[in-house]
């Protein structure tokens, strides 16, 4: 039996499906698929840091005795050149992205193909209420995890020790350059292990229900870019919490098990990639200004602005901050929840198709368990409560170091200000909310 391993955002050895799954005779894989890279911008952070995460990977496996052979490529020409050496069948784990099933769905008309779960906790096929049919509300599909989310070790993956290195040119690695990007600074925290920021965040997690919707404070865990990508697995952040007697750390695995919702409905409704889950039909407006001036961060509202050109600028925006934007952009300016999506996924550092679609779905009232259309958040509000001395909003305008604060969270505030410089706000707040209540009655009632 010859397999090929092919890791995809499963960057790692340890618990490792496709290491424990295999038989003997292995060639492990990585592909820098041209599909994916010709839609990324050329300074790509993410590009970076997994093409540093697959050459570490690629030394690890060289401890095990085996290697990575990496390719520059479409998946489909490496497959078919691959099946003329005579492989039996390919490894990888599964992801539940449209662009991922037709990809997986295109080699196994190649080859056969074993998927596994490797990238969440939950195989989604596993957790049906009694009438075997799929949750849709977050709350009693946790509560119905009790079993897994109240002990204290998930079992890990083990590697065969048993596994043999195929025969390959395995030197083959291409650089940045050669795939059309540039090297580029990462942020610092990229430069740590996960193990790392996972023991800097366990002085942080007793404190973290409280302190996490914060803009200015250090209070995530920063493992989300881990995780995407595969350099930990869910199971075994669940794991290292789970063995500390002393560490709160309840409401932090709460947060992973959103994740694993938002994976679940993806499955189970594929169709809300790209539709209203609700399939409520809503007239968004089309107005490309206003979409415009969101992604420049220069609406006029300062937290909104902010939070943008700090994601444009370093590919990181706070998680409360993710849903006043959505907000802003889905309820202030009626735009649609999909192009909010589409751009946060050209520039999110952990973008994840399933958590982001959810999430979005969540902000814009049409989505699971999503927060009721009359909830609109107030940027104002937002900003004055979670960042009141506007220490987040100041360390992104600089230029604003010595303006009250207290300006920041009233409306056009800036303005009162002679010797500041800042757009009028696009939109008024409390007719924006009162439009986007009033649309979305409308939409109801013609559904009904």
Known sequence: MRQILWFRRDLRVEDSALLSNANKDVL?????????????????????????SVLELKKKLQVLNLDLAIFYDEPKNVFEKLKKDGFDEVLCSVDFDSYAKNRDEEIEAILPVKRFIDSFILNPMSHLKKDNTPYK???????????ITQSYNIEEFKANENLKKIDFDYSFIPTLEDMGFATVKLPDFLS???VELLEEFKTKVNDYQEQRDYFYIDASSKISVHLRFGLISPKQVFNYFKSFNFVDCEFFIREIFWREFYNYILFHFPQSEKNNFNNIEIKWSSNEDDFLKWCEGKTGVPIIDAAMVHLNNTGLMHNRLRMVVASFLTKNLFIDWKRGEEYFAKKLLDYEASSNIGSWQWS??????????????NPYSQSQKFDKDA??????FKEFENVD?????IENGLQSNLFVEYPKAIVDIKLSRQRAIDRFKEAKNEQS
């Not at 894989?29 to 993410?46: C, M, Q, V, W």
């Not at 009232?365 to 958040?377: H, I, L, N």
């Not at 220490?391 to 992104?396: A, D, E, L, Q």
Request: avoid cysteine.
């Open 28 to 52: 492990p894989i990585f592909i820098f698929d041209k599909n994916i890279l010709k839609s990324l911008e050329k300074d790509d952070k993410r590009v970076t840091f997994i093409y540093k």
């Open 137 to 147: 509300v977050f709350t009693p599909f946790y509560k119905s995890l009790n079993i």
């Open 192 to 194: 740590k292990s996960a």
């Open 364 to 377: 814009s009232s049409t989505g699971a368990d999503s927060a009721p259309y009359f909830r609109v958040f």
């Open 391 to 396: 220490i987040f909003i100041k360390s992104v």
């Open 405 to 409: 604060a207290k300006l920041f969270h």
